[in-house]
């Protein structure tokens, strides 16, 4: 599960996880708001194990060409 962390519609993220059609064996989070905090919410809701990794730093993106 990815995406925006401005979308903070559960009931969205629901409907998105069910229209799919993947089954979610487990959730893997960066304790980011939006998508991120939305799928452990679904995690805990639906007894699917989650892991959460804080970020450690900060990532830059050089794109040369």
Known sequence: VAGSMSITDYNL???AIKESGFEI???ISDM???V???AVKYA???NIPS???P???TIYL????
Request: proline fraction near 4%; hydrophobic fraction near 35%.
């Open 44 to 46: 805990e809701q639906f």
């Open 32 to 34: 980011a708001g939006g």
């Open 36 to 38: 991120d905090s939305l």
């Open 55 to 57: 970020p450690t730093g």
């Open 51 to 53: 892991k959460s990794f």
């Open 13 to 15: 993220i629901c409907a």
């Open 25 to 27: 064996i487990e959730v």
């Open 62 to 65: 050089t794109l040369t060409q």
